[in-house]
């Protein structure tokens, strides 16, 4: 049974930072290109952030410069380190386990998500 299990989100004030994290069960976490996803409320989902299996990385134009990715294969996990956070990061965030090709992540295996706020 494949699981991917979000954690990390929360409430944080403009400028902050939060680093979010999924830990990865089920499948063979090496060869899944990861991605980070969000949706906000009356939005569609949308892709934050995808690492390759090969660690390749690539961003969003609106968090470039402020989100980071990172994988440990050993771990079965991926992270997101979100810095000099806007209201407008505000949304739910999904994990997800897929495939990386034409330049862009196709989402397969979805977390349930969780939470941030950015809020004074």
């Known amino acids: 049974q494949v699981q991917l299990v979000e954690s990390g989100g929360g409430l944080v004030q403009p400028g902050g930072s939060l680093r979010l994290s999924c830990a990865a069960s089920?499948?063979?976490?090496?060869?899944?290109?990861m991605g980070w996803y969000r949706q906000a409320p009356g939005k569609e989902r949308e892709l934050v952030a995808v690492?390759?299996?090969?660690?390749?990385?690539d961003y969003a134009d609106s968090v470039k410069g402020r989100f980071t990715i990172s994988r440990d294969n050993a771990k079965n996990t991926v992270h997101l380190q979100m810095n000099s956070l806007k209201a407008e990061d505000t949304a739910v965030y999904y994990c997800?386990?897929?495939?990386?090709?034409?330049?862009?992540?196709?989402?397969?295996?979805w977390g349930q998500g969780t939470q941030v706020t950015v809020s004074s």
């Open positions: 997800n386990a897929g495939t990386y090709y034409s330049g862009t992540q196709h989402p397969g295996y």
């Open positions: 690492i390759t299996d090969r660690g390749i990385t």
């Open positions: 089920g499948i063979i976490f090496s060869i899944y290109a």
